[in-house]
T-cell receptor, first 116, second 107 residues
């Protein structure tokens, strides 16, 4: 069964360093997303991406964050200068469709980011 | 601001009983709703989707949507210990997650 894959599963970094989280969405999906979940809190939307551009982003997704689809398979989230509060589980998701109905998103296993 | 509200629980039910999970949402424009299950430290896994008023059944799961009351529910029949997880009520789009209800099924 097709799945969304994320690497690495755990990333440890020093405050102020740049990190890149990687995702390979399901191959026939056109819409890609990043979410984060701080330990013990709810899953929060960060950004959606379609046709090589951001389609929607939340207030969390500030100038420190960027996304890219560098090739035909990978979808990346970059955090330029990590802060302690960026420590969270980051989930990538993808879907076939966008819009009001039937936008079923499938999630990867997540990358746990620990900022020290 | 779009919000989805859930009782965080824990909700404890005996094995074989019906578990009833509820949520309310604030955005009347939301058209699609999803129930995801999340085991501790794992990613959300889709259980059910519902788009129309009424009930939708899939195996032991029944989702209910009432758009007039802005209310979504999930019933789990014949609950099993393996159903013990956090259940996330989610509206669209982009996905707006509730905080989740922790379900504990006691053998």
């Amino acid at each position: 069964e097709p799945e969304v894959t994320q690497t690495p599963s755990h990333q440890v970094t020093q405050m102020g360093q740049e990190v890149i989280l990687r995702c390979v969405p399901i191959s026939n999906h056109l819409y890609f997303y990043w979410y984060r979940q701080i330990l013990g809190q709810k899953v929060e939307f960060l950004v959606s991406f379609y046709n090589n551009e951001i389609s929607e982003k939340s207030e969390i997704f500030d100038d420190q964050f960027s996304v890219e689809r560098p090739d035909g398979s990978n979808f990346t989230l970059k955090i330029r200068s990590t802060k302690l509060e960026d420590s969270a589980m980051y989930f990538c998701a993808s879907s076939e469709r966008w819009g009001l109905a039937k936008n079923i998103q499938y999630f990867g296993a997540g990358t746990r980011l620990s900022v020290l | 601001q779009k919000e989805v509200e859930q009782n965080s629980g824990p909700l404890s039910v005996p094995e074989g009983a019906i578990a009833s999970l509820n949520c309310t949402y604030s955005d009347r424009g939301s058209q699609s709703f999803f129930w995801y299950r999340q085991y501790s430290g794992k990613s959300p896994e889709l259980i059910m989707s519902i788009y129309s008023n009424g009930d939708k059944e899939d195996g032991r799961f029944t989702a209910q949507l009432n758009k007039a009351s802005q209310y979504v529910s999930l019933l789990i029949r014949d609950s099993q210990p393996s159903d013990s997880a956090t259940y996330l009520c989610v509206g669209n789009t982009p996905l707006v997650f509730g905080k989740g209800t922790r379900l504990s099924v006691i053998a």
